[in-house]
């Protein structure tokens, strides 16, 4: 099994691609910048790419989707609910002051409960709303992983304050979603650094009495 997650564009977003080395193949999740590293990565490894997964469509997620779909044909999954966020890209663009990336709408949406990734390594999709109405984690249970984009944070939870950001359902996904998985869960965040899920049910100061 090949993991590497590595910070990508001026927000350093957390890229994460998994590859089964024996079946060739990889999945990429959160391209949000700096494709022709993404893309000399996966030719370096030999591996031929699946999917490309997206946890949510802010612009620092999606923002290099489509030109890795381009260079490498691969399908892009993304939760429909996020339709109206992609669709925004120029009004993102302008928040950051960078240029709007080319994106297109979804292969397929990332509905809750849907199986994704590998063969070897499937992830079931969990439908967490709250930094946004279609965020998504990944949840590799064979692997005890979780990719949580920008719901959950080591020490902290995904902003609300954006549009489609709702306070309330951020807490409450994660509480009925992402608190039922194992602490000994290994969780890559949408930013900074990994952490478990019973690191944040002990110590994360926003769910503090769940
Ligand atoms: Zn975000």
Redesign the pocket.
Same mark, same amino acid.
């Given at each position: 099994m090949i993991l590497e997650t590595f910070a990508v564009g001026p927000l350093a977003?957390n890229c994460t691609l998994l590859g089964d080395s024996e079946a060739g193949e990889a999945i990429v999740i959160d391209p949000g910048d700096e494709v022709d590293r993404i893309h000399r990565r996966i030719n370096e490894l030999g591996l031929k790419l699946k999917q490309i997964l997206i946890?949510?469509a802010?612009i *620092?997620?999606v923002g290099g989707a489509l030109r890795l779909k381009q260079l490498t044909g691969a399908p892009i999954l993304l939760n429909e609910n996020d339709l109206p966020l992609l669709r925004m890209m120029n009004q993102q663009a302008s928040w950051l002051g960078i240029k709007t990336p080319e994106t297109a709408p979804p292969d397929e949406s990332l509905a809750d409960g849907v199986l994704v990734g590998l063969e070897r390594y499937p992830a079931q999709v969990l439908h967490t709303p709250g930094?946004?109405q279609g965020?998504v984690c990944l949840h590799f249970a064979p692997l005890k992983l979780l990719v949580a984009? *920008?719901t959950l944070f080591a020490g902290s939870i995904?902003?609300t304050d954006?549009p489609g950001g709702d306070y309330d359902q951020i807490l409450d996904s994660i509480q009925c979603r992402l608190l039922a998985l194992p602490d000994e869960t290994r969780v890559l965040t949408?930013h900074g650094p990994a952490t478990t899920i019973g690191v944040e049910r002990k110590s994360n100061p926003f769910l503090r009495g769940m």
């Open positions: 977003c946890t949510h802010h *620092d997620h930094h946004t965020s984009g *920008d995904g902003r954006l949408g």
